[in-house]
């Protein structure tokens, strides 16, 4: 697989500093029973790294020092980890919400035949993969088969409530672009999806979740194989947008690898780069004054952070690691883990 990460460290990015952090998104592993083509993580069946119970208790307890409100629980399929239900139950009695990305697919594998009446009795958020509402499309991306497993899915959990008026059991879907494109204006396409699968399958759900896709893994390779690299980053950087910059995920979230290291955001995991450091900028805090100990001051190699050693650290105003990547966040109507920023801004100002 062809590697974008040399293309993109030189940046021209703008600089950013952590807000208050309000979410800890965790990847418990990589294992999936899907292995989608537009994967930054290169999750697949054959994967077999997973979040261990002694890292997520030292989430737990980081989420009490910390405040953190939220778990968001990522992958791979984060259900295939075998702790995924006792942290859940955990960060629950904590008094934490959690979101589950889930794929839907994973609602009708073996062994998993519960797992939907799992999420709804703890009142888990689910964010759901569906890149389309015509099945064609959702199967040249993700597989054959795939549509129809997600529709069972998603009617699996309308039954219980999910995604229903009046409900507080919250269903989001998410749309990615099936290829080297901006996603479109968020709102409209919104309306689209809950008209068409309304009266193509009579499901119902919250919102819509529009994400760009990131030039890495997978789909790095992927534009860098096929000559697309370039022209997708001169995309990404004539539509950035500075009004943008307030709004993305790393600024309120750090994410958590399967190994308990610390990254800015779920991209800069699957790159490597680790919490707060270089950039080119502008010349951060040395991580040696973030955490203190040996061997990551200036001059030594870059070393990822782990959880252990951040528990009582106050990460406000810690500069972020940022790459050419990050104008997959601020471009357009911006993206984040939450969809569109300019769609979000809307939405809290209506509820204002």
């Given at each position: 697989?062809?590697?974008?990460?040399?293309?993109?460290?030189?940046?021209?990015?703008?600089?950013?500093?952590?807000?208050?952090?309000?979410?800890?998104?965790?990847?418990?592993?990589?294992?999936?029973?899907?292995?989608?083509?537009?994967?930054?993580?290169?999750?697949?069946?054959?994967?077999?790294?997973?979040?261990?119970?002694?890292?997520?208790?030292?989430?737990?307890?980081?989420?009490?020092?910390?405040?953190?409100?939220?778990?968001?629980?990522?992958?791979?399929?984060?259900?295939?980890?075998?702790?995924?239900?006792?942290?859940?139950?955990?960060?629950?009695?904590?008094?934490?919400?959690?979101?589950?990305?889930?794929?839907?697919?994973?609602?009708?594998?073996?062994?998993?035949?519960?797992?939907?009446?799992?999420?709804?009795?703890?009142?888990?958020?689910?964010?759901?993969?569906?890149?389309?509402?015509?099945?064609?499309?959702?199967?040249?991306?993700?597989?054959?088969?795939?549509?129809?497993?997600?529709?069972?899915?998603?009617?699996?959990?309308?039954?219980?409530?999910?995604?229903?008026?009046?409900?507080?059991?919250?269903?989001?879907?998410?749309?990615?672009?099936?290829?080297?494109?901006?996603?479109?204006?968020?709102?409209?396409?919104?309306?689209?999806?809950?008209?068409?699968?309304?009266?193509?399958?009579?499901?119902?759900?919250?919102?819509?979740?529009?994400?760009?896709?990131?030039?890495?893994?997978?789909?790095?390779?992927?534009?860098?194989?096929?000559?697309?690299?370039?022209?997708?980053?001169?995309?990404?950087?004539?539509?950035?947008?500075?009004?943008?910059?307030?709004?993305?995920?790393?600024?309120s979230l750090i994410s958590v690898g399967w190994q308990g290291e610390v990254f800015d955001c779920d991209f800069n995991q699957?790159?490597?780069?680790?919490?707060?450091?270089?950039?080119?900028?502008?010349?951060?805090?040395?991580?040696?004054?973030?955490?203190?100990?040996?061997?990551?001051?200036?001059?030594?190699?870059?070393?990822?952070?782990?959880?252990?050693?951040?528990?009582?650290?106050?990460?406000?105003?810690?500069?972020?690691?940022?790459?050419?990547?990050?104008?997959g966040c601020t471009a357009g109507q911006g993206s984040s883990c939450g969809g569109a920023l300019e769609a979000s801004a809307?939405?809290?100002?209506?509820?204002?």
């Amino acid at each position: 697989m062809l590697d974008t990460l040399p293309l993109l460290l030189k940046t021209d990015f703008p600089p950013l500093r952590r807000a208050r952090l309000t979410t800890l998104q965790a990847n418990l592993g990589y294992r999936c029973n899907q292995a989608c083509l537009h994967c930054h993580v290169a999750a697949s069946p054959k994967r077999t790294e997973e979040m261990s119970w002694e890292t997520m208790a030292l989430m737990l307890e980081f989420a009490a020092h910390q405040g953190i409100r939220q778990f968001d629980l990522t992958g791979g399929a984060p259900e295939l980890n075998p702790n995924f239900r006792r942290l859940t139950l955990a960060a629950r009695a904590q008094g934490i919400a959690v979101i589950d990305r889930c794929n839907l697919t994973i609602l009708s594998e073996p062994g998993q035949e519960d797992l939907a009446d799992f999420l709804a009795e703890n009142q888990v958020e689910v964010v759901a993969s569906m890149p389309c509402y015509l099945e064609e499309n959702v199967n040249r991306q993700r597989g054959d088969g795939v549509f129809e497993r997600s529709i069972s899915g998603l009617k699996k959990l309308n039954a219980l409530a999910y995604g229903l008026p009046g409900s507080e059991r919250v269903l989001n879907l998410v749309y990615n672009p099936g290829g080297s494109s901006l996603p479109p204006d968020q709102i409209k396409l919104e309306a689209a999806y809950k008209t068409e699968l309304a009266t193509r399958y009579g499901i119902v759900f919250n919102h819509l979740f529009a994400l760009a896709n990131m030039p890495i893994q997978r789909f790095g390779s992927q534009l860098l194989s096929s000559g697309q690299y370039e022209p997708y980053m001169a995309l990404l950087k004539g539509a950035h947008r500075d009004d943008n910059l307030d709004g993305v995920m790393c600024r309120s979230l750090i994410s958590v690898g399967w190994q308990g290291e610390v990254f800015d955001c779920d991209f800069n995991q699957m790159l490597g780069l680790p919490l707060g450091a270089s950039h080119s900028r502008a010349k951060p805090l040395p991580l040696h004054q973030l955490v203190g100990g040996e061997g990551r001051g200036e001059g030594a190699p870059l070393k990822p952070v782990h959880l252990r050693e951040l528990v009582t650290v106050n990460l406000e105003n810690r500069p972020i690691f940022i790459a050419d990547h990050c104008y997959g966040c601020t471009a357009g109507q911006g993206s984040s883990c939450g969809g569109a920023l300019e769609a979000s801004a809307i939405e809290e100002n209506t509820h204002a």
